[in-house]
């Protein structure tokens, strides 16, 4: 029987993928309108670890925390939402990373009313 036997080495994932990972299953999650363009504020002067584009991620040891700073669509239930996006941001990392995943916290910082509707 063959064993499969792993060659020595080491496996680097940059930030920038769990970022990416984070924003773009975040974004595929219905009812998300899009990621907000302000991660935080004041607050993000302040914080560890890396952010881009609505996504902050920190690694400690081999766990990933994650904040996610989304906009939501009008007309859906920002709890259900917000626990599907934690629910399928946590499996995304989990599968394509092979990493433990911590927290995935959200803050909704706006909902998208269409312009249209209100005129």
Same mark, same amino acid.
């Given at each position: 029987m063959a064993e499969d036997?792993?060659?020595? =080495?080491? !496996? !680097?994932? &940059?930030?920038?993928? *769990?970022l &990416? %990972? &984070?924003?773009? !299953?975040? /974004?595929g999650v219905e009812g998300v309108s899009r990621m907000s363009a302000?991660?935080? =504020?004041?607050?993000? *002067?302040?914080r560890r670890g890396h952010?881009?584009?609505?996504?902050?991620?920190?690694?400690l040891e081999d766990t990933v925390? $994650?904040?996610?700073?989304?906009v939501l669509e009008k007309n859906v239930n920002l709890r259900e939402v917000s626990h599907n996006v934690q629910k399928e941001?946590?499996? $995304? %990392? /989990?599968e394509m990373v092979g990493m433990q995943v911590g927290r995935i916290d %959200?803050? %909704?910082?706006?909902v998208?009313?269409?312009?249209?509707?209100? /005129?």
């Open positions: 036997i792993r060659p020595p =080495g080491k !496996t !680097t994932i &940059a930030p920038e993928v *769990l &990416a %990972i &984070a924003s773009l !299953t975040a /974004t302000k991660p935080g =504020g004041f607050n993000r *002067l302040l952010q881009n584009n609505g996504v902050h991620v920190e690694v925390n $994650a904040e996610l700073f989304l941001v946590s499996r $995304a %990392i /989990t %959200i803050h %909704i910082d706006d998208d009313y269409d312009q249209e509707s209100n /005129t």
